[in-house]
Nanobody
C-alpha cells in the first residue's frame, strides 16, 4: 500500500512564500509521476503542477505559472511545490497525487483520473 504524506501548508499573507512537500512510502524502489492539485470550497479539484517520473518534464497551470515551481527527488519518491508571491485566490486544500511509472517515463499527467494515490491534503490560506 502506497501512502503519500504532505507537509508545509499554513496561513500566510499575500506575497509570502510556502513550500509544500510530499513523500511517497510503502513500495521500496518504486518511482512515480506526481502532481499537486488544489480544491477551494465549492470548486472542482484542479491540477496546479505535475512532474514526470523522470523529472525531466513538468506542467504548471496558467494561474500559477511564474509563481509556483514543482520539483522532485525520484530517489526519495518526494515532490515539492515552491509557491511564491501567494495570492488570496491560492487559498485551498492542496493535495499530492501519484501514479507509479518507470524511472525514464516522461509523461506528465494533469487529469486527476490519471492518479492512483492521494495524500490527505494540506490547507493553504493566504490572507490579503
Amino acid at each position: 500500500q502506497v501512502q503519500l504524506v504532505e507537509s508545509g501548508g499554513g496561513l500566510v499573507q499575500a506575497g509570502d512564500s510556502l513550500r509544500l512537500s510530499c513523500a511517497a512510502s510503502g513500495r521500496t524502489g518504486s518511482t512515480y509521476a506526481m502532481g499537486w492539485f488544489r480544491q477551494a470550497p465549492a470548486k472542482e479539484r484542479e491540477c496546479v503542477a505535475a512532474i514526470s517520473a523522470s523529472g525531466r518534464n513538468t506542467y504548471s497551470a496558467d494561474s500559477v505559472k511564474g509563481r509556483f515551481t514543482i520539483s522532485g527527488d525520484a530517489a526519495k519518491s518526494t515532490v515539492y511545490l515552491q509557491m511564491n508571491s501567494l495570492k488570496p485566490e491560492d487559498t485551498a486544500v492542496y493535495y499530492c497525487a501519484a501514479v507509479r511509472r518507470v524511472l525514464n517515463n516522461g509523461n506528465v499527467y494533469q487529469e486527476k483520473e490519471s492518479y492512483v494515490y492521494w495524500g490527505q491534503g494540506t490547507q493553504v490560506t493566504v490572507s490579503s
